[in-house]
């Protein structure tokens, strides 16, 4: 049986831009990165720190300037996007703002499944209907399936949207903030879709991005810390997600704080 390919290998990758006036910008550089299948991943840094471009890359919607990325065993340059596209989920903090809000829930969870914003009922079977109703079950939206979208509240919308993630059964899901600006029950209840998704999905490699330690999902196995474009710490979550290298990370004295599998990173000032 052949090997099952990593979710995201990179080597050596650095990505820049140019600047007006002549140079250019770096944004990321010498980027070793290898994410398994299966494995949870929180990417952490401070703003600026390159995240997002990382993040685009993993998605296939960015390319490095140097360097090699593959994405689901298949090289970045080499392979057509639009099919490998086809095999990673996304979910971001302002995706919401996309849809009409008069759709339904069950309307916008079907879009996953035509990879567009709005509903294309003529492309749909049943069995993407019923795979939608049994996301919107898996989320906690069953309830909500013909209320309309825009009447929902934030955390409604982004686990409504994590159905939509899951529509063409990814192989890779992408998560870029995806509980900023939701209140306390919305992301702990979004969260805990997550931790639920990671035990009915031991295949699914996920990458979650987020500045703050507090809004990672329990179920994360392992953590990339960047800064200024460049890798700080990577690996096992027990290893990196530690005083020491997020004190390197942030520029800042931080400790960090355990209850059970969830994380709070705090500014230690001293006594």
């Not at 550089?29 to 703003?47: L, S």
């Not at 159905?163 to 063409?168: D, G, I, V, Y």
């Not at 903030?177 to 990671?198: I, Q």
């Not at 004295?253 to 969830?262: A, H």
């Amino acid at each position: 049986m052949a090997p099952i390919p990593a979710a995201i290998e990179m080597t050596g990758l650095g990505v820049w831009r140019a600047r007006p006036g002549g140079g250019r910008v770096t944004l990321l550089e010498g980027i070793d990165w290898r994410a398994g299948a299966g494995e949870h991943w929180a990417v952490v840094g401070p703003n600026g720190a390159g995240k997002s471009t990382l993040l685009a890359i993993a998605g296939a919607v960015g390319h490095p300037s140097e360097g090699v990325a593959r994405v689901l065993g298949e090289p970045l340059g080499g392979v057509d996007v639009r099919d490998l596209r086809g095999a990673i989920g996304h979910v971001d903090a302002g995706l919401a703002t996309a849809f009409r809000p008069r759709a339904t829930a069950r309307e916008v969870a079907l879009t996953g499944a035509t990879a567009s914003i709005v509903p294309r009922p003529d492309r749909l079977s049943g069995g993407d209907h019923a795979r939608a109703a049994e996301l919107l079950e898996q989320v906690g939206c069953a309830p909500l399936a013909e209320r309309r979208f825009g009447l929902l509240s934030r955390g409604e919308q982004q686990r409504v949207l994590l159905a939509r993630a899951l529509m063409p059964r990814p192989r890779l899901l992408l998560l870029d903030e995806p509980t900023a600006g939701l209140d306390l029950p919305g992301r702990e209840m979004f969260l805990e879709r997550l931790a639920g998704l990671a035990r009915s999905e031991p295949g699914l490699a996920t990458v979650q991005v987020s500045h703050h330690l507090e809004e990672l999902a329990g179920s994360v196995t392992h953590a990339l810390l960047l800064r200024a474009g460049r890798v700080v710490a990577s690996g096992p979550v027990s290893e990196v997600l530690t005083d020491g290298p997020l004190s390197r990370c942030f520029g800042a004295p931080v400790r960090v704080i355990r209850d059970g599998g969830r994380l709070l990173a705090v500014v230690d000032r001293g006594p």
